[in-house]
C-alpha cells in the first residue's frame, strides 16, 4: 500500500503516459479523483479514454508515470475493491447468466448465491432465466455485464461505453442505478458518448483529446451534450 | 480466495464449458481416429512390428490432437474478453494455470482411452511387459505434453497466428518428453530394454515444467 497517496483521493494519476509504439495512446496524465462523485469521460473516438480505464483497472501498465487507486500503487492488492466492464461484456456465451456470475462471485470469494440474483435482479433481469448468454441480446448482455461488475459491491467502478446497444428505456434504467450507487458512496467513472442519459446524475465531466484530459467542468453542460465539443474547442479552459 | 478453491471453481467451469461446446473434445476424437485409420491401412504390420513402431505412433497422435485442445483452452477465454475479468480477479493467477492444465489432462485423458483399444484392434498389439508400464508412461507423457502446451498456449494466446505459434513453440521443447514416452510404450509393448530411465526422466520433466510453469504464469498473463 501506498500511504502516500492523497487522503479523499480515490484515484491518483501523476505524470502517467502510455505508448504502444510510437502511438501515445495517454499523454502525461496528471489528474486527481475524489471519492463518492460520478464522473462521465468523454472525448472523441480515440482520445484514450478506454485507455485510461485499464490503466486505472491494472489491465495495462504505463509506460511512464505512477497510478494510485484506493490508496494503493500494486492495484491487484485492491482488485476486490473495484468492478470493470469493458465493451465486450467478459461472460462465457455457453454458461446462464446465473452461472457466470456463480464462477466469478467465487473469485471474488463470495459463494452466496443470494448476491448474485441480487445483482441479476438490481440490473432488471431474472436470475431464474436459463437461457444461456450466447443467446442473450445485445442489451441483455450489457446489463449482465453490469451484474457482473458490481456483484462485489465495489467501492470503484470503472464502466466502459455500458449504454451501447441498450434501449434508451433500458439505458435510463442503468443510469438511475449508478446514480443511486453514487449516492451510496460509490465512486464511478463512465466512458460514453451519450452524456444526455447522466445530465441529472453526473457531478463531473472530465474531457479527454488526443490521450490527454484537456477540460474538467461540473457536471454535464448542456452545449457539450448538443454539440460534443469539448469546453477547450468551446474557449473555456481547464 | 484460497488457491485449491479457485482451482475447482476454474476446473468445474471449464468442464461444462467443455460438455456444452464440445469444441475441444470432438476435434481431437477425430483427428485422433484419422490418425489411427489411416496409418493401419498404410500399413501391412505383423504384430512384432507393429509393437515397435505403435508406441511411437499413438504419442505423434496424441501430440497433434492435444494442439487442437490446447488451442481452444485459452481461445474460449478471448472470446468477450473473459479473460481480463480473471485477470482484475483478486483470485490467484497460478491456480487459473493449474486449472487449465489439469482440464487439458482430462480430455487428453479420455482422449487416450478412446484410442488405446483402437491401436490395439487395428495394430493387433499385445504387451509383453506389464500394462502398468503403459499406464505410467501415459499419464506422465500426458501431463508433460498439457503442461507446455498451456503454457505456450498462454503465450501465443494475443498473437494473430497463435494455431501456429503454438506447435512452434510446442513441439521442440516437447522433443525429450516425447522420446522418453516413446520409449517407455516401445520398450513395454516388446518387453526389451528399461522401462525405468524413460518414465524417471518423464516425472522429473514434469515436475521441472510444472514449476518454471507455475513461477511465469502470473508474468506471462499480464503480459501486454
Known sequence: MNSSSNSGSIVSLREVSKLYGRFAALRTVTAEFSAGKLYLILGENGAGKSTLLRVIAGLIH?????????????????????????????????????ENLLYFAKLYGISDAAKCEQAIRTVGLDPKLTRRVGQYSQGMRQRMSLARAILNDPKLLLLDEPFSNVDVISARDMARLLGEMRDAGRTIFLVTHQPALLEQIADESVWMSAGQIVAREQGVSAEAIASGVTPVQRGHSQ | ?????????????????????????????????????????????????SRLIA???????????????????WARELRNSVLDAYRIAPAPLESLFLAKTIGNFIFVGVLELVIAPLFVVFYNLRSIGPVYDLV???????????????????????????????????????????????????????????????????AVYDVVFTTIGLFLFETVLQAE
Do not use: C
Not at chain 1, 494503493?72 to 446462464?96: D, K, N, Q
Not at chain 2, 508406441?55 to 483452452?73: H, I, R, Y
Open chain 1, 62 to 98: 504505463p509506460t511512464r508515470g505512477e497510478v494510485t487507486v484506493l490508496g494503493a500503487s500494486e492495484l491487484r492488492t485492491v482488485a476486490s475493491l473495484f468492478g470493470y466492464m469493458a465493451h465486450a461484456p467478459m461472460l462465457y456465451e455457453e454458461l446462464s447468466g446465473m
Open chain 2, 55 to 73: 508406441g511411437a505412433l499413438v504419442w505423434v497422435a496424441l501430440l497433434f490432437a492435444a494442439v487442437v485442445a490446447l488451442n481452444q483452452t
Open chain 2, 1 to 49: 480466495m484460497t488457491f485449491a478453491a479457485t482451482l475447482k471453481n476454474t476446473l468445474a467451469k471449464d468442464q461444462r464449458l467443455e460438455w456444452r461446446s464440445k469444441d475441444a473434445i470432438n476435434s481431437m476424437l477425430f483427428f485422433a481416429l484419422l490418425v489411427v485409420v489411416i496409418f493401419s491401412f498404410s500399413f501391412d504390420l505383423s504384430p512384432e512390428e
Open chain 2, 136 to 202: 505410467i508412461a501415459s499419464v506422465l507423457g500426458n501431463w508433460a505434453l498439457v503442461v507446455n502446451g498451456t503454457f505456450f498456449g498462454a503465450i501465443s494466446i494475443r498473437t494473430r497466428s497463435r494455431e501456429v505459434l503454438l506447435p512452434l513453440l510446442l513441439f521442440p521443447i516437447s522433443i525429450p518428453a516425447l522420446l522418453a514416452a516413446v520409449n517407455a510404450t516401445t520398450n513395454t509393448l516388446t518387453g526389451e530394454g528399461s522401462v525405468y530411465l524413460p518414465l524417471v526422466f518423464l
